[in-house]
């Protein structure tokens, strides 16, 4: 059903920064389509056109880079739409091999709510106003994470702190499967998008944790990454 509303098609496998970004956007007057894969992404491609893609660049199956690479063996599926990069793992050689036609602009994770509405807006040409901001009164690192990911907005930062909360049950999960089947990509995965999750809370410590965590499952070095899983994991359990 055409809605006559800008479609916006992201490519994101973490369900907290799907919420995030939903939560984000839901004033913009949108249809959002969120799916967790690029296989699923193309599919919607292939059904309908869409105004912006937003993706991730490591997702389960193929990657952000083999969506970008699909774009460009087939034009007709991106067509007018522009394609952002929201990752958290731009470094500079990412970001050079992100230098193609395809890719209209990077948006680093974790991301500002002002910055993700921004981004939005300049590639749909929506203008308006951002989200008001809410004087809030919190402990220094919640109240720093409002300020720099939420614009200040923090009915809007506990409603996704809420949603990250009930997500860390799954995660638990996930984390003492990949551990106890070794399957290394599985835990980088997870690890990878809980750093940036942690960060957009402010939980800079376990966030960090979560990144060392990310390169040492990626190394599969599992003497390191064995009680570096079992420490997180234990601080997402305090968290919920």
Not at 187 to 197: F, T
């Amino acid at each position: 059903m055409n809605t006559g509303r800008p479609r916006v098609l992201l490519i994101e496998d973490d369900a907290s920064l799907q919420r995030f970004v939903g939560l984000a956007l839901e004033d913009l007057g949108i249809e959002l389509l969120a799916l967790p894969t690029v296989d699923e992404g193309l599919a919607e491609l292939v059904r309908a056109p869409v105004d912006l893609i937003l993706t991730d660049l490591m997702l389960p199956g193929r990657s952000g880079f083999e969506l970008i690479d699909s774009l460009a063996a087939n034009p007709a599926l991106q067509g007018a739409a522009r394609l952002v990069v929201f990752s958290a793992g731009l470094n500079p050689q990412v970001r050079l091999r992100l230098e193609r036609p395809e890719v209209w602009r990077l948006l680093s994770k974790p991301c500002s709510l002002v910055d993700l509405q921004g981004c939005v807006s300049d590639a749909l040409s929506l203008g308006g106003e951002q989200a008001a901001a809410i004087v809030v009164k919190a402990d220094p690192a919640t109240a720093r994470a409002i300020a720099e990911h939420f614009g200040g907005n923090e009915p809007l930062y506990r409603s996704f702190r809420a949603s990250c909360l009930q997500q860390f049950g799954a995660d638990l999960i996930e984390g003492d499967r990949a551990l106890a089947s070794c399957d290394a990509q599985a835990l980088r995965r997870l690890a990878h998008s809980l750093k940036s999750v942690l960060l957009t809370l402010g939980h800079t410590q376990p966030a960090i944790l979560a990144r060392a965590l990310e390169d040492s499952s990626h190394a599969a070095d599992w003497a390191v990454a064995t009680p570096q899983w079992h420490e997180l994991r234990e601080q997402l359990r305090a968290l919920r």
